[in-house]
């Protein structure tokens, strides 16, 4: 019997990931790749399929085969039409049947999960949430995602398309606007695109006027990275923005234990690299808004897979997905 | 055999109800009284004792017996102590072991859960929530309390004590201070509290000049009712505290329905009278603050067991911890 192997993607609002993966979980092959959305749905499908020929090339030359691919997609899906519905953070793919037409291309199986669950199923699988029956999954990039483990299990509610959308809830209904169109939501106050937001009107504002940013005309290329510099070279505006993240990340994640029971949260995602940062102000923003738990019983753990955990999740549901038939 | 009875008892901030309850639910004796637990909880117990003695005796009038006892106590519970570990709205209850001390009066096994939760099992049993398999409860009160049914079972998170507390989720963080010492709490926008408070300190901005309320001086005997009764008279600054009552709803359960990936709450409790004030914006409120459901698709529903709801779902546990045995 041929080698089984899986591929699992994860496609972000910036990168697009991709890794053929064994049974157990261990990486073969990895590769990266800007999403590059902008240049339209089609073009980023396309790409895809190339990253998927390559990995299928691949695991011939290692006498193995790819029994099916995981894709992890930003925005709420519909995992049977194998498309997504709208994604504030990848517009042009606003139902585009991405998952169809890579089936179609690779004549292999294709299972689709949104990028913040399959997060969720690979540190279930292998990080952070291997031991824990109940938490929170945040996802920290371009937007902020999420998902909910409950009994050892990803949970997908009533199965409308999404679950765990912890960015789209309203932490300040009076805050700044979402790429959703609301007011308020955690991922206007805690995503990699706020923290640019954020520093591009600090600029206008000339708070920053010592920062090594570049000038104003030139704010479009910022990137959360660059923030996070500023920040750690001691630039008070900016550090108030990552600040804000923490204060708002503790009300989001507070609430929800308020309401659960359950008091363990694991972030990850691109932008929790900056965890020195937005920690401390996320731990005091817990204890302030969540009154049925002490500090001490409050968990709040960093991804164990960093950036490919939404690729090894994405793997694992190829592989279920197989196991189940 | 004896026919077989419980007890169901629901220990509000306002006021006690006890019943005798047959095992298909029927209910064969009622009583209602004050909780009136600013005269001690060792007073409250008593009294909660007397009345449980009373139905005992009633079911051997009918040639039949109590087998348990089942405790629906606003606050944060330990039933395995049988104790309320706090209670914003039964301060005096706090670490007072008032299963323990009924079991030990009437000699009955006697079972405890948080009152919402109890609300949530009598839904669930006989009311609203019986063919849906995942919804939000919120019961308006003195506080307000909230559960969550998932698969059909309510949902009791990581047995901390506390599961389903809709009313210490933070909906505005500057918002007005809460019995729990925070601010902004979705209790302290929607309770029968918020709106006494609201009126109160509308009397003493005298925008209520030509209100039927009692004087500023006597507004320490308002009680909601009142409020609602001013708000059907057409009185605009009454009527604005029951749209932000819907606001805050809203609000609260659209974050839910976003986070949990369900589209159903059922919500109860003395103040859900009020029904017709609250549930335009409310609705509104949802529309706004929801981005990943469309109007159509969410649906909010009156309690349909009223204020027997807790006593219900009580007397449920009570029954199917016996038959677990």
């Known amino acids: 019997m041929k080698r089984q192997f899986y591929i699992g993607a994860d496609i972000g609002g910036t990168h697009m990931r991709t890794a053929l993966v064994d049974q157990r979980g261990s990486i073969i092959e990895y590769q990266k790749a800007l999403t590059d959305i902008s240049r339209g749905a089609e073009q980023a499908s396309r790409r895809l399929t190339e990253q998927c020929h390559r990995l299928m090339a691949k695991s011939e030359e290692l006498s193995g085969t790819v029994r099916s691919i995981g894709l992890g997609v930003a925005g709420k899906i519909d995992p049977l039409q194998g498309r997504v519905i709208f994604s504030p953070n990848l517009p042009e793919m606003r139902n585009y049947p991405i998952a169809i037409e890579l089936q179609e291309q690779t004549q292999v199986p294709v299972f689709m999960e949104n990028d913040a669950n399959a997060f969720g199923l690979g540190e279930l699988w292998l990080g952070a949430g291997r031991e824990i029956g109940n938490w929170i999954g945040v996802t920290l990039g371009t937007g902020v995602g999420g998902c909910l483990v409950l009994g050892g299990k990803l949970w997908n509610g009533d199965h409308l398309g999404f679950s765990g959308e912890i960015g789209h809830m309203i932490i300040d209904s009076k805050g700044p606007v979402c790429a959703c169109g609301?007011?308020?939501?955690?991922?206007?106050?805690?995503?990699?695109?706020?923290?640019?937001?954020?520093?591009?009107?600090?600029?206008?504002?000339?708070?920053?006027?010592?920062?090594?940013?570049?000038?104003?005309?030139?704010?479009?290329?910022?990137?959360?990275?660059?923030?996070?510099q500023e920040a750690l070279r001691g630039n008070p505006a900016t550090i108030k923005l990552f600040e804000r993240m923490g204060w708002a990340l503790g009300l989001a994640i507070g609430n929800l234990f308020t309401f659960l029971g359950i008091r363990c949260a694991i972030i990850g995602g691109g932008v929790s690299e900056s965890w020195d940062l937005f920690i401390e102000p996320l731990r005091r923003s817990l204890v302030d808004h969540c009154c049925m738990l002490e500090e001490s019983s409050m968990i709040v753990k960093k991804s164990q897979l960093g950036d490919k955990a939404a690729l090894f999740g994405a793997a694992w549901l190829a592989r279920n997905e197989m196991i189940q038939r």
Chains 1, 2 share one sequence.
């Open 182 to 228: 609301m007011n308020g939501c955690l991922e206007a106050h805690a995503s990699g695109s706020a923290l640019v937001k954020g520093a591009s009107e600090n600029l206008a504002a000339s708070l920053l006027e010592n920062s090594r940013f570049p000038q104003p005309s030139h704010t479009d290329n910022l990137e959360p990275e660059d923030v996070y």
